[in-house]
């Protein structure tokens, strides 16, 4: 509650208050049940918990449009970062990564493979007497 303090008179003025989608189904549910039962009335519920006839109608519209059932169960907060996504996400790049190395090693032992047969054909060249040199 705030008091705020004018020259000509003290006005009080509620702070504004907000209830989770879960109690509004809550007590939309025991109205309902109060209205088919005749134990209780709407006023009465209305006091006890210190509501205003029109947040129960606000409250009624916002259930038939559906509001209030897409908020129940809603965890507060940001969402959390789903764990799976973000690894798979991480090895695909080491994945990458990893088929790039291979690629450089694959291009390596190919060259490898081509000086040795290469020096191999010098050398048996070399070693022959009937070739000339020139």
Do not use: F
Request: charged share 35%; proline share 3%.
């Amino acid at each position: 509650m705030m008091i705020v303090m004018n020259d000509d008179e003290t006005e009080v003025r509620r702070a504004k208050r907000s209830w989770p989608a879960q109690y509004k189904l809550d007590i939309l549910n025991e109205i309902e049940a109060a209205k088919d039962s005749g134990d209780t009335t709407v006023a009465e519920i209305c006091r006890r918990e210190g509501l205003y006839s029109s947040l129960i109608s606000e409250w009624r519209k916002q259930r038939d449009e559906g509001a209030l059932e897409g908020l129940t169960g809603r965890k507060v907060g940001r969402p959390k970062k789903d764990r799976t996504k973000v690894e798979l996400a991480r090895l695909r790049a080491e994945n990458d990564k990893l088929r790039g190395e291979l690629d450089t090693a694959n291009h390596l032992i190919d060259a490898q493979g081509k000086v040795s047969a290469l020096l191999h054909e010098m050398s048996r060249k070399s070693a022959d007497p009937n070739t000339t040199r020139p």
